[in-house]
């Protein structure tokens, strides 16, 4: 688990650009002096931030965003029609 979230946590700051960010947090897990349970806690941390960035990143580059266009498009479209 340790592994897989630091990759998942250095994947979606590539996606967006924020090499530093990936370099930060590999410090702090790799380098610096923290505790099993220090670790735990701040990859933990890690994971949740990167699966909060990819729900937002899926919402704005997703359908999502694109079924609410559609919507605000159809209910123009019925707004002209009844008026």
């Known amino acids: 688990m340790f592994m897989l979230s630091v990759w998942l946590a250095g994947e979606?700051?590539?996606e967006v650009n924020q090499k530093c960010a990936v370099d930060t947090a590999g410090h702090i897990i790799f380098q610096s002096?923290?505790?099993q349970v220090q670790r735990?806690?701040?990859v933990y941390v890690l994971g949740v931030l990167s699966a909060?960035?990819?729900q937002i990143l899926g919402y704005f580059f997703g359908s999502s965003q694109s079924s609410a266009k559609k919507t605000d498009i159809l209910s123009a479209e019925l707004d002209k029609s009844k008026g």
């Open 40 to 42: 735990d806690i701040v």
């Open 12 to 14: 979606v700051c590539v």
């Open 52 to 54: 909060a960035l990819t």
């Open 33 to 35: 002096r923290l505790n």
